[in-house]
Structure formats: C-alpha cells, structure tokens
C-alpha cells in the first residue's frame, strides 16, 4: 500500500523535487528515490499522517536541506576510501563528477587487486560479486553455499587487504609468484573520459578468468544436492569471472541474470523525460520506480552498518559503534528545534528519516522503526520533555549455525529450472549417498572416502560413528588450522594499526577551506580569536618585535573589527568592517580612514606596515602560495604541518617559505610562518594562534565592533597640550586591557579555590568594566601573600589579569590613620543560649562524671562546659556550610550568563570539580549538623522529604544552587539565634518541623549537585 501511495503521487514529487534542486534531474531523482525508501520502510502507522501529500512534501525538503550540509561535511567529518563502500553503484553516487576521472585509476588498481586475490582465496570472488557485478549478501551467501556472516568477514578481509594493496602492495605476499604473474595481461586503465566504467572493469575481470569452464553437472551437484566442499577456490575464482558460468548458476538458484543487473552510469541526458510526465505511459517513471526504486530499497534492507550517524536537522550530533546484538543510545539534543533526524551508517547510507510533526511536538514522544533483513531492525523514539532526548536502539540478532544449512537446503525450492521427475529414487539415492559421504568425511578429518549406494539409516551412522577411535582434540587438523588462523587474525590487526595514511596538501587544504566556511557561529554568538605575531630579522634570529591581534565576529560575518596591541598593551593599529563590505583602517599617529577591500591577500606581503591584516586561515595560505601541490606535508599525533619551499615573487618582495600548521581532527589554522625578503632584508613573520571561542552577543559589550571615539574626535589644542604636558613620556596612544576569556576567568577562579580551601580570607575574583579580571584580598601576613602569589604564578603575567593582594602586617608599617571612635546603644541580651536548658538536660543524662563523689558546684561547672563546647561546634558548623554556600552561588552567578556546554572541555571539567568541591562539603557538614542536633531536639527518626528536584542541565544546576544558597542562609539563622547570646535569641525555629525538613532539603540537594558535577 506505501509503495502504491507513493507511486501515484510520483508526478507531483518529481516536479517538487526539481524545483528544489534548481532543476538538477540527477539530485532530484535521488531525492525522490531516498523519500520512496524512507516512506516504504517506515512501519508508523498511516493513520497517524493526517496530509500524505504535504508529509512527502516535507520530507523531500527537509532531505533537500541535509544533504546540502552533508555535501559540505563530506570533506572534513569523515574522508572514506573508495574499497570502503559496499558496491560500485554506492561508490561513484558519492564521487563528484569532476572527481570522477581521478578515481578511475583507483577503481582499476581495486579491479586488479580482485582479478589476482581471486585465484587464491575467496576474498578477492566475494569483493567481485558485491562491488562489481552488484551481489546482495544474501545471494553472494547462496552462491558460496554459506551463511552471510561468512560473507561478511570475507568481506571485511578483502577490505582490509586492499587498503594496504593500495598503499603497499609488496607487503603482501600473494601480489608476489602465481597470482601475478596471472594478471600480466589486465590493463590498469579504462578507454576514455566518457566511457561505460562499470563495463569496461567487468570485462577486466572477464579476461582475467582461468581454467576450464564447470560442467552442468557439476553445478547442479554443488547446489541442487548440496556438495558446497566441491566449490573449491580455484573454481570460484573462474565462476566469478565467467559470464556464461555465472548465469547458469543463476538460473539454478533463481536470482537475476547479470544482464538484469548491469546498468550504465552514464545516461544521456537527452533521455531524461520531461519534467511536467504523468508518470502513466509505458517505460515512464514508474515503470522506472518499480525497478530502480525497488534495487534501492533491497540495498538499504540488506545493508549492515558498523556505526550509526544521528544528524539532526542536517548536523552530525552523535555516532554510535554497532559492537554487539542490541546497541543502544540516549542522546540529549539540547533545547533547539527539533524538524527532523536521520540516521546514516559511516559509508553515508541512510536507514532512517524522521519528521516531526506539529502535533508531536505537544505530546511526550514520536518513535519510528524500520525493518531490515535477517531480522535487523532499528528504532528511535524522540521524547519531549525539558530538553529533547533521542534513544536509539538496533537490533542485530546473533547469526545461528543452522542458517547456512537452511540456506543450502533452501536451493531447490527457489530454482526455476525443472528437475527430471521420472527417476526420483535415484535422486534420493544420490543425496542420501552424498550425506553419507559429508558425515564420515567430517569424523575422519575431511578425509574422502568411497562408499556404495546402498541407503544406510541414521541408526547404522551413529553406531559407525561410536565405533570409530577418536582423536585428541590437539591432534585434529581442524584444531590446528584454528589456532593457526587465530594467530593470521591477530597479526594482521597488529599490522594494520601500523599503516600509514598520507595526507596531501591539495586535500588538507580543500577540506581546511570548506571547514573554515561552513563552521560559522551560530546566530547570536560572537567569534573571538587571539593570535600573537612575532617579526624576525630571519629565521631563528633575533626577536624584533611581538604583537597581539585580537579579532572578534559577529555571526552573520558582516561586522568585523581586528586591533593589534604592542607588548605595552597599547593600541597600535585596527580595522574595523561594516555591513557593507567598507573597510576603515587606523595606524599608530594617524586618523581612522577608509580604504578598499584587499581581495588578493599576496598584496599585504609589499607593506611590511600591513603584515597583521593577513588573515591566519587555509584558504588565504592557498592563495600565497598558489601551487599547493608543491607543498609536502608532516603529520604528528595533534597536528599537520604543510612546508612550501619554492620562491614566490610578490612586487619588489619574494616569499622564500611558507609553513601552516593545521589542527586534527577538526583542521582548523593555529599557526602560520612567512618568511619574507624585501630590498635584500629577511624578516620572518610568525602568527601564533593563542585562543579560539564563541560567546552569546549578549556578553560582549557593543562597543567591540565600534571605533573608539578617542581615535575619531579630535581633541581640543588646549586639551591635547596639558595632555603632553602632564605626561611629557607616555605616547598619545589609545590603552585597552584585553577581555579576559571564560577559560581564563575559570582558570582563575579554579587556582584561588584550590589556594583557599578554608575560606578564612578575604581574597575575591571580579571582572572589570572593559571585561579584565581583577584580584583583591586582605591576608593575615607576608608569607601568606607570597604563598597566593605562587598559587596564582600560572596567570601572573596574563595581561588580562591584575593581581593585587595585601597583608595586615604591610598595613600596619603603613601611614596610621586616626582611630574613629564608634558610640552605640546598649541592647538587652539574654544571660544563656535559647536550648540551653535543653543541651543540659541531654549532657546530665549522657555525660557521667569521672569521680565517684564530685561537688554539686564542679558539676553544674561540668555541665556548662559541655553547653559551650557543642553550641561554638554546632555554630562552626553551620558557618562553614553557610560559606560553601555562597561559594558556590558566587560561582554560579559568575558564570551564569555563558553556555558551559561551547567552553573547552578543561574548563568546565575544573568549573564543575569546584561546584562538586563545595557540595560535598555542604553535604557532609550538614548530616553531621543533622546528626548532632536530631538525639536533643528532634524526637524520632526523621522523614524523608517528598520534594524530588532533578537536575538534567546547567540551568537546573545553576536553579539547585540558588535554592540551596536560601536554604543555608534559613538553617544558619536558626542556629545563630538558638546557640548564640543576642537580643534575637530564640529556640522556635529550630524546634519547628520546618527547621527538620530544612536540613534534609539541604543535604538532599547538595547531594544531588555532587552528582551531576560528577558526571
């Protein structure tokens, strides 16, 4: 019924789909071909879609949209081999059409590697008829007389095998001796640009078969009676490349003649129909739908990932490795708008798409589930709560041993061929004589052994079998050639690990240029990048100079302003660009002025006095050096190094080096050296990229992307001359302290929290007005100071930080300032704590005397120091659990307008361990609290409370604190005004269930924030 539903409306999908494609026949046909998977597939319920026409209409633009985004990722997220996709269909879909005719030479040396592997195991037969002659798994399975697990390991083998036949192939033995020397005859390059590729590297194939061509019989006694032993190597090997041979086995086994399966991948494009087709005349597109379409279908079913991709509303946001029969995956997808999710495997097939619906959208959840072949399936369910969470589930039931057996058996009753009725004992016969055969080569080593044609029983079998002498497991061949493949298995993984994959320049630079033009900020965040610019009178020579360049973006790239500071932290020269595309530029003594855009960035390399304006990215290094391929490259673990050597002349100036380093995996610039000779002079110049991050516009202040107004008014001649007469030495040039980034501000606040774990001083932590940070404190001595000072030693020098701490004992060296005499009202107190009575009465009852005879004096004395002893405790107490408190609401607050999720992940690893620091300690502070007080004044056991506050984010962080921060400052008051003498003392607050319930409330939540900050 879908496939009907979908094929009447194939007219109206097609003509949606050009228009979305700008009239592309080929990307429009896919599109439509990927909907007609997804919607024949899905196994949701059609009464759930209220409007067939626009849920079709949805998917192909939301498709339109991912595959736009993937076709921009397809660079940098994931590189894969040719020898890495299934077949050769999949494969050149992927290949863009320019680079078509580089990866011809690569498909013939895979076409090389399979004509000689062929010969010699049955890796090279199955890598044939999966990638070239268009196989399913299943069939190759019954062509082999084995299960599709089988198949897959042989695939899996002769991938592995080709990637290093590919890169080494002397490595490999079998490229040495028979096997080579075999495919001496096969060309290694296809006729032309435009020609038939899949036909020509078939008919390599063809004309690298050997021996003889297998008998009819012979066929028939391998799949009609099941001798699958009788399928040796070598003979498959020749079936594989032999047309004539192949088919006939496909007539045997029911499956498509390879006429059926071949299809040119170069269509004329005058062949296409019209764009307004009815789709109702005969050969249209829906005689094409119920072929092609269907193909499609089969390949997705019998398709088997090893790693499953979930892109949301055309991202990549999470992947999930398939390592076992059920593999599962909860994925938090923030507090975004969720329109729709795929799922592809890691060779970019997609098994799943999911819309959201409007009306999903006010309900808990939406699931989808498709169905795939051998039982395989997948799910998702997407629940609507706080934050969207997807969980993915994928089924891949374990492979039974019966099934190779059942597919065996299973060839009669799918051969078309009609079977000679009029001897059906002698058919009998023989299939019974071959089991014999099988049964007694198994027990004696696959020893062949020749019997008659008498029927024997299964009772005479067994009493064979129970006669003959068993050998010890070790001595049994089968037992050796298992552990002898055990250890091929694992030297070969061992080896693979070690094979190196080269990178070019050409191609790091074209994915490093895409990355850079993609990866653009969200809306409303705002790009900040540092780098550091070092001038050299030559390489490795002396410093000259360095410089800071701050550069900071909006999101839609329209508004940018770049300033460059000396090492004085003074402003020395910025631009600053518009909306529309003007350029202001301002120089050290001179007004801001305006000036055209710099297309060709080589221009910057003739003024020594424009240097800065270089933009430290890949595509402006490409068009500097301008023959990438020229370029060698060096790899480390963390990075990509890309040297250019050759001379570049550039006005009056010539590049002599070039040297960019590149960042993996994501490939993004982090530094740049030029070096440069301009009138006989060598200078090196050295950008060092030293902070990269993205903060919401909301906390940048506006004035970052405007000029200041001391470099754009004049000030008055009187003005200016007091100036330069207050301050004959300092320049008349503009002072700007950088902005302190959160790394650094969480940085400083993580070194002060592991300086001052007590809390006994007076030290802070604050951002200044033009955004810098600032340390203040009051400590106790010198000593204490120097000590700080060293803790802090790691951002002494930021020029983003200023430090200034100082000592009492510096005070009072200090001026004397007149003492000021304070005079206040003398209030009334009480003469003991408000439960004084009660902490007595428990004392008296717990405390024993250690004398016999003791004073009735001595002991209420006793007693009172006991009062006092556990009322200053309990006061301490909550006293420190008051300052984690606020310790911890002081860190929330400080960080509570930036995203912790975009901070680097050293951050807000440190930012988290403070927040589960001074949770755990309020935690624990208050069960003893809890502890102490609950024999005095709280009679039985406590209850526990029913308030349930789950945290499933930073905002339900941030919440949790500022509650816990009010239930401390409530349970100190009570204690202060229950074990403290004031005029305020009062016991019935911490007599009141409130006061209980407080106390739990308190521990209950702080323990909840350890846990979170844990994860």
Known sequence: ???????????????????????????????????????????????DIDNIDGYLRRMLRYMHLSRINRSAQRFFDQTLSLSDYDSFQQTWRTIAPPDRIQAQEELCRICTYACSRKETSRAGSVLILRFFHDYYPTEIARILCTSRHCVDQWQRLARSELKLYLTSPTRLRFVNGKSKAATKTVPTKLSGVNCDVLSELRQMIFRSRQGQCLQIDELHEIYELGNGEALITAKLGHLVSCPACLDVVNQILGLPLLADRWQPEIEDQKNHPPDDTS?????????????????????????????????????????????SDRSELDLNLGQQRIDFVEVYSEQGVQLMFLSVSEAARSTTEQWARIELSEGRSLEARLCFKSDPILHLTYLEPAQQPTQALT?????????????NSAQPGVS?????????????????????????????SRQDLMLVRASLPRKPLWTRPEFLTAVLCLLMISAFLIFKNKIPQRETATSLLVRATLAEETLVPEVGQVTRRSITLEERSSAQGPLISRQRIEVWQKSDQKERARRVYDERNQLIAATWTKEKGAITVYHHGSKPQSQPIVERPDFLLMKPQDIWQLDVSAKEFKMLIKEAEEAHVEETVATYTLRYDKETHVGSSRLLKATLTLGRPNLHTIEETLLIER???????????????????????????????????????????????????????????????????????????????EGNEQVTLSRTSNG???????????????????????VNNNPAVKIEITSVEAMKRGTVSPQTITIRDAEDTANAIAVYNELRAYFNRTKRSNTNTIEKQDREDELDEYVRAFSTNVVNRAYRVLFHAIELQRLANRFGKVDMRTVSSDARVKWLQMTREHATIIERETAVLRIQLQPILFAGQLTTPDDDFDIAGDLDLCRAIERLHKVALAN??????????????????????QFRHSLLIAEKLAAKISEFSAR
């Open 772 to 794: 810098s940070l600032r340390v203040d404190g009051i400590v106790e001595s010198e000593q204490r100071k120097m000590e700080l000072l060293h803790a802090l030693a790691p």
């Open 279 to 323: 789709g109702t005349s005969a050969g249209g597109p829906v005689d094409n739908l119920q072929s092609g379409y269907r193909r499609r279908l089969r390949e997705v079913r019998e398709h088997k990932p090893q790693e499953l991709q979930i892109a949301v509303n055309g991202s990549v946001f999470g992947s999930l490795k398939v390592s």
């Open 1 to 47: 019924r879908r496939e009907e539903l979908f094929t009447q409306r194939y007219a109206q999908l097609r003509a949606w789909a050009l228009r979305l494609t700008n009239q592309n026949r080929e990307s429009a046909e896919d599109l439509v071909q990927d909907a007609f998977i997804q919607f024949a597939l899905g196994r949701t319920s059609l009464e």
């Open 679 to 757: 009138s006989g002079e060598l200078r090196e110049y050295r950008f060092v990229e030293t902070s990269f991050e993205r903060l919401p516009q909301t906390a940048v202040q506006p004035d970052v992307f405007e000029i200041e107004k001391e470099l754009s008014e004049s000030p008055p001649a009187g003005t200016r001359t007091r100036e330069i007469d207050s301050s004959p030495g300092t320049p008349a040039v503009v002072t700007n302290l950088p902005l302190a980034s959160t790394e650094l501000e969480v940085d400083v606040a993580y070194l002060l929290n592991q300086a001052n774990r």
């Open 407 to 419: 597919l065996v058996q299973a060839v009669k009753e799918h051969s078309p061929i009609t079977r």
């Open 972 to 993: 100190n008051q009570a204690i202060r005004d229950a074990f403290t003498i004031s005029a305020k003392s009062s016991s019935a607050a911490i007599k009141s269930s």
């Open 428 to 456: 009998r016969s023989k299939a019974v004589l071959r089991s014999v055969q099988q049964f007694v080569r198994t027990i004696l080593g696959n020893r062949r052994v020749i019997t008659g044609d008498s029927d024997t």
